[in-house]
């Protein structure tokens, strides 16, 4: 149907690779510029504003992450020709090299190419000193905790076999009448 179609139509607009210029990528329209805070080297867990700009007023950007085939953040600049992309609680896997690239004002189907890259280098932080120590800590308390359910429940077993074998014996006591055990 229709719908199909206009996806399809659609789809090559969003296209990105990372190694090539955009498709529909306009070099009348100046790459923008990239930049990193708080650095481009940052502990795991630390949050990282990657800020993209250009002269182009009123563009959208978007963020590239090479070997990402689709740009993997948008937005609207503020009016300023700049946009601010938040990455919270950064991870090793959030390495990598970034670009921007915006459509401008009015035509959105057009791109500039590929701007600038900035590399982020994100290495796991090393755990507190005594972080190890609560860990084995919850571990013990792991053990202990499963220790004591299996107890409860074996001695819960053992008091609904002895109760039974109780029942049998009051039963014949009273010459077999009363509960049959299957």
């Not at 182009?56 to 070997?67: E, I, M, S, T, V």
């Not at 915006?102 to 932080?125: A, I, R």
């Not at 972080?131 to 004591?148: F, K, W």
Request: charged share 15%.
């Amino acid at each position: 149907g229709h719908w199909g179609q206009q996806v399809a139509l659609a789809a090559p607009h969003r296209t990105v690779s990372y190694c090539c210029p955009l498709p529909h990528a306009d070099v009348r329209y100046p790459p923008s510029s990239i930049s990193l805070h708080p650095e481009q080297h940052v502990g795991t867990g630390t949050n990282v504003t990657i800020r993209c700009w250009s002269n182009d007023y009123g563009a959208a950007f978007f963020l590239h992450k090479d070997g990402s085939s689709d740009p993997i953040k948008y937005q609207n600049s503020s009016g300023g020709g700049t946009a601010t992309f938040t990455l919270f609680g950064v991870t090793p896997a959030d390495s990598g090299t970034y670009r921007c690239s915006y459509h401008p004002k009015n035509y959105s189907f057009l791109s500039s190419p590929l701007g600038d890259s900035m590399t982020l280098e994100v290495t796991p932080t090393p755990a507190r000193p005594g972080a190890e120590l609560v860990s084995r800590g919850n571990l013990v308390v792991a053990v202990v905790r499963g220790c004591a359910a299996v107890l409860i429940f074996a001695l819960g077993v053992f008091f609904v076999i002895d109760a039974r074998s109780l029942w049998i014996q009051r039963d014949e006591s009273l010459g077999g009448e009363g509960i049959e055990w299957l």
